[in-house]
């Protein structure tokens, strides 16, 4: 007994009626969705001015550490000395309590005492957000 497969319905296409009724509702919700928002910026305000109010502070700038081949740190591009990383990272950390990120770039050639010289210039300034990065010689 053999089977017979109708196999010119399957080839057919899709079905695209549902996909197009979505994209117009989602056009229909993006467009009452602006028109709400441009109506509450119409409404004329007077904003009052706050003599005390503190600026809105942004995320702080990561603090780079870079330490090269020879085991002499940077901070950003300026060489430092060890003891001078350690009063910066100090003022970064006061600058931005809880918040300050240090990354430590070695490069690869760097000994293993250098980077752990700077982790632990950033635990002595208060700092928990560190991480360790390699960096390829040029």
């Known amino acids: 007994m053999s089977v017979r497969i109708d196999k010119g319905r399957l080839g057919s296409g899709l079905e ?6 979505i994209v117009f509702l989602l056009m229909i919700f993006f467009l009452v969705a602006s028109k709400l928002d441009e109506a509450d910026r119409s409404i004329d305000v ?3 001015q706050a003599s005390a109010a503190k600026p809105l502070t942004s995320r702080p ?4 550490v870079n330490i090269d ?10 060489p430092v000395r060890l003891e001078d990383l350690q009063d910066l990272l100090r003022q970064a950390a006061t600058d931005n309590p ?5 990354i430590v770039r070695a490069d690869e050639n760097t ?3 250098f980077v752990v ?5 950033c635990v002595q300034a208060g700092i928990e957000d560190y991480q360790v990065q390699s960096a390829a010689a040029d």
Not at 16 to 21: G, L, P, R, V
């Open 16 to 21: 695209m009626t549902s996909m197009i009724d």
């Open 46 to 48: 007077v904003l009052p």
């Open 61 to 64: 700038r990561e603090f780079v």
């Open 69 to 78: 081949r020879d085991g002499n740190y940077f901070a950003g591009a300026r």
């Open 98 to 102: 809880q918040r300050q990120a240090v």
């Open 111 to 113: 000994l293993h005492k």
């Open 117 to 121: 010289a700077a982790m632990d210039a």
